[in-house]
Structures are given as C-alpha cells and as structure tokens.
C-alpha cells in the first residue's frame, strides 16, 4: 500500500505540474485605456520610461548603427545596381539571424529557463500538418526568408533610391534636429495605429483565410513566428514605410521604423513573458497581450502596449475572466447575426 500511494502521489504531483505549465500568466492584467486626465507627471515619466526601456532605445541604436556603418552610401544608392541591392539583402538575412537566435536559442535549444515564465506550456510542433515540413521552426524560417527578408529588402532597396534621387522629401537632422528627434518618438506610435489597422483588415474572413492563417497557424508561438507570413501579409506589414515618401524626414526615421518592423516581431513572439539572466535580473519581453490574440485570435488586434487601441474599440482581453466572458459574448453575438442573415437571404 505504501508503494501504490508513492506512485499515486507521484502521478498527482506530475499531473499538476502538467496542468501548471498549461498556460502561464502574468500577476496582473494588462492595462486598459490610458488615463488621460488629470495629468500626473509620474504617470507620465513611468509611461516614457517603459515606452524607450529596453526595446524601443535597443531598436533606435540597431537604426543609427546600422544606416552609418552597414548601407552603402546615398551616392551609391543613386542607381539600381544588383551590386549594392545584394548586399542590404545578405546584411538582413545576417543580422536578422543573429538577433533572432539571440532569442530562440536560450529559450528553445537549450531550454535554460524551462517553462519558467512561458505562457504556453508546450514547445515548437514537429510532424504537425499544419505547418510545412509537419514542423513549426521550419515553416517560420520558410516565410521569414523566402518572403519576409525579400519584401523588407525591396522596401528599403526604393526607400534609399528614392532618397539618394531626391524623389522624397529629404530633411537633414543636423539641420532639424528637434524635428527628427520626435519622427523617431512618434514612431512606435505610428507603428501600432497601422498594425491595428491593417491587422483588422486581415482578420476579414476571406483574406484570414488565404492570407493571415499562415500567420496564425502559430498557436504557440516563438520568435521565428513573429516574421512567418503570408508575402501578401508581409506587403502590408511593412507598407508604413511609405508614409516617409510623403512626410519630409531623414534616413534615420525610415530605417528605424524598418528596424522595428523587422526586429521587434522576434521579441513579441518569444512566447514568455521575461528572459531571466540570472536571480532578480531579468530582460523583459512582456507581450502576453499579443500571446492572447493567437490563442483566441478575436481579441487584442493592436500593439497593446503603447496606444491600446483595442480598449478604446472594445476588443481588449486583459487575460481577466471578465475579458474572457466580454470575448466570448462578442464572438458568440457575431455568430448570431451571421446566422440570422443567412437565414434571411
């Protein structure tokens, strides 16, 4: 008997650690809609302060790095040459991997920290249908390099020609400093108001269908999910870049936005919530919000962290189970009026 109750404690104490892995949460909901009034300065400083650290200042750095040291120069750039072209595409492929893998391989090769602070309880399929190849990692770095890096490149390719020829208004930093200086605050902003956007646009049921399910096939998402898409998904994504071919900026602006859509994917896909470098120090990833959207796709279609829009447009899910039941109600009404419809027609 003693032996039985053994393997039954044993058996019990697996099942819960089973179920404890299921999904980890955050100890707090995300935030709503921003307080906009009555203004606090310390409301205020603690927003700008997580809105630059870490992500935001890290992404600004890669921006200023790399269009001094890793572009060719304006003059070059003056004439489409196979030349210079190949080589902005083979600097992408490069550091994309490398910041990537950063990313991937503590967390899933080795697996240094577990399941510590994973929000999905489980690792990257393999011999899963859903994905080609039947396995996750494969068909992420499939999209990221065969669409995603090809159509990141194209955009910058015309975005520096168009620069080097003067068809775009061009604004010299020296010479705008305070100008420029708030392109690049304001863009993160710009970023997630055209995400949230496009990202409903997609969610249309015909063009979820043949275009974003690719996206979503990552239930349990990594960092390789954050650039696997469909390349009509990938034309969108990366279209905001457009809006520096009309609004007067410098360089450093379309570089910036381009480093953060092609960076910032990886770390809001990591699928845990913070990577912890040793006892009380840990670098913060923090997108459980984004995490909710692929496990229940009808909710949190935004950025979530800077300019929440989904609570202004009534699709936030904060992970409470007030949000859930909302969620749920909103999807179930929305099942209902289709229904009726069709039964109509």
């Known amino acids: 008997m003693a032996t039985d109750g053994i393997v039954a404690d044993r058996k019990k104490r697996e099942n819960f650690d089973k ?29 700008l302060y997580f809105y630059v650290v870490p992500w935001n200042s890290i992404f600004m750095a890669f921006s200023v790095i790399f269009l001094l040291y890793l572009t060719p120069s304006m003059e070059t750039m003056k004439t489409l040459n196979w030349n210079w072209i190949a080589l902005i ?46 396995n996750q990692l494969l068909d992420n770095l499939f999209w990221t390099f065969f669409s995603g890096v ?41 970023m997630n108001i055209h995400f949230y956007l496009i990202h409903r646009l997609i969610h249309l049921p015909l063009i979820y269908r043949w275009v974003h399910s690719v996206h979503h096939a990552n239930v349990n998402v990594g960092p390789w999910s954050g650039l696997s898409m469909h390349p009509v998904e990938h034309i969108l994504y990366w279209s ?11 360089p450093v602006n379309a570089m910036y936005y381009l480093i953060q859509n092609s960076f910032s994917p990886a770390q809001a896909h990591t699928g845990f919530e913070s990577i912890i470098i040793k006892d009380g120090v840990e670098l913060r990833m923090e997108d459980y919000h984004h995490y909710l959207h692929h496990r229940y796709f009808e909710c949190n279609y935004g950025g979530g962290t800077l300019v929440n829009l989904d609570a202004w447009f009534g699709t936030l899910n904060d992970g409470s189970p007030a949000s859930m039941d909302k969620m749920n109600r909103r999807v179930i009404s929305r099942q209902q009026r289709v229904q009726r419809e069709s039964q109509v027609s």
């Open 19 to 47: 179920e404890r892995r299921t999904e980890w949460q955050p100890d707090r909901f995300l935030p709503g809609t921003p307080k906009l009034w009555p203004i606090s300065p310390v409301r205020i400083v603690k927003w």
């Open 89 to 134: 595409f083979a600097r992408n492929c490069a550091l994309l991997t490398v910041f990537v893998s950063l990313l991937h391989f503590p967390l899933y090769v080795k697996k240094s920290q577990g399941f510590e602070r994973k929000y999905n309880g489980r690792w990257l399929a393999r011999n899963n249908p859903n994905f080609m190849f039947k």
């Open 150 to 190: 090809p159509i990141w490149t194209t955009y910058e390719v015309f975005t520096w020609w168009a620069f080097a020829n003067e068809y775009i208004p061009h604004i010299s930093f020296a010479k705008h400093p305070v100008y420029c200086a708030a392109l690049l605050i304001i863009t993160p902003l710009f």
């Open 240 to 250: 905001g870049v457009l809006v520096y071919w009309i609004v007067p900026s410098n």
